[in-house]
């Protein structure tokens, strides 16, 4: 049987009391870890340590920063944002063990953390009232994804929503209970772990009662509003991901403004914007499909052209290693690629496309059908780069650059070389 607390004779005020977040307590060890920073333990806490899927409060000791709390078997670390090294002795005498010190938690992320956490709370108490599922994974960051044994489809977890929601307008209140492990016996209670003794249970009148070591909200009402952001199967369960409170408004600002932007660019009243949006994703496949046929269209005619070239250049004397120029001005790389490829299936000699315009300069590609010993792809680039100012290489089956060489220049280069 396990203990859903730890085991030490501090006083976790947040245990009792979420709204307290000033406090007076006394050190009892300071020491470093092995990063250099400071970590102070206090005889009583309202900070409360990471643990149940939930990260460690922050705050202040001092007046210095407190960036995360951890629990051990020793007690509560309070770890202190890294100081400056003028700072160091300071913090060495202010918080020495034995002194009294005040300290602030950040109330605002641990409220923000109160309304998520019990939404969770919320959520899966009336999951578990209705289908039977057990939270199997929790997890709690900047959202709440939690995990659910059992599969729920979207119109089942829109009901489960809506309940919470219609749970938070009632201002349900909400306790925190320590109950003995008599009393445990009697009690129905949500937990993960088999719990026997020294169990803190979170109540929620009328929808749940869970074993949690979190600070608690005092009443339903305080979590705002609840919404599922996403979900998906895990496991054979479902795997949720929601937010509440603050975090979930702060969300809604981010979904008004992007849709604010949407009803401008589609010039639609605001429940008309998906709708707008349908017939715009419609219009732009129709014109995604009719810019591929035309591409497929002077992709044929340049692999046409080329062909014809080669023709025209089997009736010539034999030379060194035959050799096509084409212009594709408007193409693409992979329609110039696409008519080479297609042409040195039937040709050995190199095949070379250029697009681009005598003023901006053109970029090329050259390829064949199997590397030449006699005649070198990486010779050719190279004889580019000096007469037709030109960047590039690759291998000896396809080379690929650019030239600031005009397209007369280029020409009478493939004719001459």
């Given amino acids: 049987m396990k203990n859903e607390r730890s085991e030490n004779n501090i006083e976790r005020i947040y245990e009792t009391d979420a709204y307290r977040t000033s406090f007076r307590a006394t050190v009892t060890d300071l020491r470093r870890d092995k990063s250099g920073k400071f970590l102070v333990q206090l005889d009583r806490t309202a900070f409360f340590p990471e643990g149940g899927g939930q990260g460690g409060d922050r705050g202040s000791i001092e007046g210095f920063a407190v960036e995360d709390t951890q629990k051990t078997e020793e007690g509560i670390l309070h770890i202190l944002a890294p100081v400056a090294v003028h700072l160091e002795e300071k913090v060495k005498e202010v918080l020495a063990p034995g002194r009294e010190v005040g300290a602030e938690v950040d109330f605002a992320l641990r409220f923000r953390r109160m309304q998520n956490h019990i939404a969770e709370h919320l959520f899966c108490g009336i999951a578990n009232a209705k289908y039977g599922y057990d939270n199997v994974g929790f997890h709690l960051t900047d959202v709440v994804t939690f995990d659910l044994s059992g599969p729920l489809d979207a119109e089942q977890i829109a009901e489960i929503e809506t309940a919470c929601n219609e749970a938070v307008w009632k201002n349900a209140p909400i306790s925190v209970l320590f109950p003995t492990s008599e009393e445990l016996k009697d009690l129905e209670f949500r937990s993960k772990l088999e719990l026997s003794e020294g169990v803190r249970l979170v109540k929620i009148e009328g929808y749940d009662l869970c074993a949690c070591c979190a600070p608690a909200l005092h009443s339903t009402g305080e979590i705002g509003v609840i919404k599922v952001i996403d979900f998906m199967p895990h ?14 408004w ?36 129709l014109m995604h499909e009719e810019i591929l046929n035309l591409k497929k269209q002077i992709t044929s005619a340049g692999v046409s052209e080329v062909k014809s070239i080669i023709r025209e250049k089997s009736r010539e004397p034999a030379g060194e290693m035959p050799k096509v120029c084409f212009f594709m001005k408007d193409a693409d790389e992979v329609m110039v690629r696409n008519v080479i490829n297609e042409c040195v299936k039937e040709y050995e000699g190199v095949i070379c496309g250029f697009r681009g315009n005598d003023r901006e300069g053109y970029r090329y590609v050259c390829g064949r059908k199997t590397a030449d010993e006699a005649y070198s792809l990486k010779d050719l680039a190279n004889k580019m780069k000096e007469n037709l100012g030109g960047r590039g290489g690759g291998s000896e089956v396809m080379i690929q650059g650019s030239v600031d060489a005009k397209e007369d220049k280029i020409r009478r280069f493939f004719d001459e070389d």
């Fill in 235 to 248: 496991r054979g369960g479902t795997r949720i991901t929601l937010l509440a409170g603050r975090s979930a």
């Fill in 250 to 285: 702060e969300d809604y600002l981010l979904i008004d403004s992007q849709m604010r932007d949407l009803m401008k660019l589609f010039s639609a009243g605001r429940e008309h914007t998906a709708l707008f949006a349908s017939e715009y994703a419609n219009k732009t496949n």
